[in-house]
């Protein structure tokens, strides 16, 4: 969830209160509750503590945030063969769907989340950690040259039989 900060502003004025009025009813400092209007976030207890201050339920004062979540993890003990993966991003999503109908004994799909997130099992030895290759334009220009000379080779072998 995020919080509505022009809703709390429009609260504010129409209950005739202030910055302060609102800081001495939460316990906030000023810096932070300005921090909050301008980006909308809080922790769960602090956004409760701001809809007590104007006596309103928690639901006027927030919105649906569609992005809220974008945690990305891989979690694993040091002996297990096991992960446990959580990915918001749809290349990795996408990802972890095709291995477990390719892979069911391996790749358990654990949750999917209605925020297009996912949660599953995968073996360990799945995690890869690898920088990308640094290529020179004289190594890019070499790589496309082979490329070509064995699509070349390949279609007039084609053709031949």
Not at 67 to 83: P, R
Not at 124 to 137: E, G, L, N, Q
């Amino acid at each position: 969830m995020k919080l509505n900060g022009k809703k709390i502003k429009e609260i504010m004025d129409s209950k005739k209160l202030t910055v302060k009025d609102i800081c001495r009813r939460t316990g906030l400092y000023e810096k932070s509750f300005q921090w909050i209007l301008e980006n909308g976030y809080a922790s769960d207890e602090t956004m409760e503590r701001i809809a007590d201050s104007f006596e309103i339920p928690l639901k006027e004062i927030t919105m649906f945030d569609s992005w809220a979540n974008h945690e990305n993890c891989i979690e694993f003990l040091k002996y297990s063969d096991i992960a446990t993966v959580s990915f918001t991003r749809e290349k990795f999503t996408n990802k972890i769907r095709k291995l477990a109908k390719l892979h069911p004994d391996e790749c358990q799909i654990v949750a999917e989340n209605k925020d297009g997130s996912i949660c599953a099992h995968i073996p360990v030895s799945w995690v890869k950690i690898s920088p990308k290759r640094a290529v020179s334009d004289k190594q890019r220009e070499a790589s496309s040259e082979r490329f070509k000379r064995f699509n070349f080779e390949r279609t007039t072998t084609r053709e031949e039989t």
